[in-house]
């Protein structure tokens, strides 16, 4: 955790420096002048935010230019949302909003698979509706998105079944229009990318909400 905060912080210090916007011309001795380390910390900064995804970098003989990507930037405006509610004095909730997007059809094969199905019974309390309802995430909600990867979830643990493998993940209950509840499923190896989100809920939520692709939700995280 404290490696993670760090890491943060040593991205916060290039987003001041410009980072966010363009390239910034930067040598490890310099930077680390603005982080108050090492050469060889400063360093390892550079290239565990590289290793992360959260800046690109490109060596040259003058030397090194850094410029913050996409998901740098999400896990920026995570911690500005974080700092946001706790001056604000807001509600602890986080709140995401996007839109209704057809999936890739998992969600029915992992929602009826035995060793998923009974953990969410088990944890979540409610019989999952065999399918998932997707949403591609917008505006603010993607950097917010980010806040759930340090959140304490309920673990789904990974198990074996006929001779495969099947990965854990984490699940954040949650609350739709008019008090349905539900709950996010990240797992631990997913083909989406971080902007879409899938809820599991005991209700068919195209039909019970009249979603259709399009159709835009917010769902809070509680």
């Known amino acids: 955790m404290v490696a993670i905060m760090e890491n943060i912080s040593a991205l916060k210090k290039l987003a001041q420096l410009g980072g966010i916007d363009g390239i910034v011309p930067l040598s490890s001795p310099e930077f680390a002048q603005y982080i108050s380390s090492s050469p060889q910390t400063a360093s390892r900064r550079l290239q565990a935010l590289e290793l992360a995804g959260h800046i690109t970098r490109k060596i040259e003989p003058s030397g090194q230019k850094v410029m913050i990507t996409k998901r740098g930037r999400q896990v920026l405006e995570a911690e500005y949302l974080e700092y946001r509610r706790i001056f604000t004095r807001t509600s602890t909730h986080i709140e995401l909003t996007g839109k209704v997007i057809t999936g890739l059809g998992e969600g029915q094969y992992y929602t009826t698979l035995k060793g998923y199905h009974d953990q969410f019974v088990r944890l979540l309390e ?43 993940g984490r699940c954040y209950p949650v609350k739709l229009g008019n008090g349905t509840k539900g709950a996010i499923m990240i797992p631990d190896r997913t083909h989406y990318p ?29």
């Open 194 to 222: 971080e902007d879409i989100i899938e809820i599991i809920s005991p209700d068919n939520l195209r039909e019970h909400l009249k979603l259709k692709d399009g159709s835009e939700i917010t769902v809070i995280v509680q």
């Open 126 to 168: 409610f019989e999952p509706y065999p399918g998932t309802l997707n949403i591609k995430l917008e505006g603010e909600s993607i950097g917010c998105r980010t806040i759930l990867n340090v959140k304490d979830g309920i673990i789904i643990e990974g198990f074996n079944s006929k001779n495969r493998t099947f990965g854990g």
